[in-house]
């Protein structure tokens, strides 16, 4: 989510892209240049220009359900916003366990918005959009790993799979990132990882690779590693396909550096120990002998199926599998004119792979429809720009907990204290996640009630978050050039993990200096000349 959710709040923000959400595509007529998509659109029963995302209509709602975000493995309320950062930042409420949906009763949600947007007037309802071009990212289906009896997934709690343990390494999961079983919450000592379960396996109908749990798995024991340094992973493996750039490398400096044991073979089933709740592996090894090792944990590396009817929506066809068939040298073109597909859709890849097919598919959308580029295009309308050259300078620092990337390392209340006795700092604040979308309106509407006329994000990278912070800068009156970034995760938090005093004193070095040179900042003008 470190890269996506500003993306997303830049997407959301933009004047030409409608984002659409709750939507089901019901199927896709017409031709190149002229589609008409027609969709289902489900009822949120939440306003989403009313709801400020405060969580007061979560407090009091006395419905609790598994959460989805969390893969289920930990409680939510009926009506919550989803994760976070979610975009938009609104709440929504699930209509199959809303008692007042239901049953009629209960309405606590509503009466507790004092913004007044809980609306269970909202109704289902189809929308048609003419659109002349298609692309098609609708991502894949984990593999149901109960269909593999034999690892006894929904019968030994403490089996997950990778999607799981994904979120039980999250810094905001169900274990706020603690390395626990799901049995009896106790810290895990031998941690194994299955790989290829529902991949290169015809007994379930998926002959290929998935082309991605060989590094998932790799990039999750290391992670087990950093937060539990006893932690013993053991991946079980078949073959390693570590084939993308440097990704061999991370592989070996995995098993010579940092202790995770890969040992071939193949995991026949799996016991468990009716007492400790530990889990016995049979597998046959390299060498042909039928060996068994006892684990606290196991992880299921479960690979990607192809999404659900979307050769019918779509009208196109697919491959044995159901993945969208391409050409072999134009793999984002469907059988269908104007239609592209990209992503997991096309065929199991990573997110470099996919984010390469996206641009592309993009790039070859915009060629087929440059006749009428731009004549939808709208330019965003931004307040006036403050004169503040004849201002002292009044810097504003936001100081980013990252979830507990930043804030689970180093003293974050210490480093706003420290901040705000900077000279020239007017104003001086934590966020859980300064990138989320309610926090860009919360910093346009503290720059103008301090009147703050600079501006220091201490977070992560600038390289991906910057243009967020400018924008939001620009859009409360100001110069988006009078604003500083202090990278505090990559350059601190990540590398002085286990030394938080350093970590402390070293954030609030970082934080000095970009507020020494944001105080000495200057406005800048951007020219536009004709090419």
Known sequence: MCILSPKMVEVASDENIEVITLADVLGVEGEEGDFRVRLRLRPRY???????????????CPARIPDPYNAKLSETRCIR???PQAVPGAALIDPDTCRWITKGKCGNCAKACQAGAVDFGQREREETLRVGAVIAAPGYRPFDASRKTEYGYGVHANVVTSLEFERILAANGPTLGRVVRPSDGREVRKLAFIQCVGSRDVTVGNGYCSGVCCMYATKQALMAKEHLSSIEPTIFFIDM??????FEKYYNDAASRHGVRYLRGLVSGIRERQRTKNLLLRFLDADGRMREEEFDMVVLSIGLEAPLDMSEVLEIKTNQYGFAASDSFVPIRSSREGVLVCGAAQEPKDIPDTVTQATAAAGLASQRLHCARGSLLTRREH???RDVGGEEPRVGVIICRCGSNIGGFLDVPAVVDYAAGLPGVAFAAERIYACSQDAQEWIRQAVQEHGLNRLVVASCTPRTHQPLFRETLRSAGINKYLFEMANIREHCSWVHMREPEKATRKAKHLVRMAVEK?????????????V
């Open 46 to 60: 939440v306003d989403v220009d009313k709801c400020t995302g405060c969580g007061d209509c979560s407090e009091k």
């Open 81 to 83: 916003v989803p994760f």
């Open 241 to 246: 396909r570590a084939h993308g750039k440097d």
């Open 383 to 385: 307040p006036p720009e």
């Open 518 to 530: 944001a105080r000495r900042l200057e406005p800048l003008e951007e020219g536009e000349s004709a």
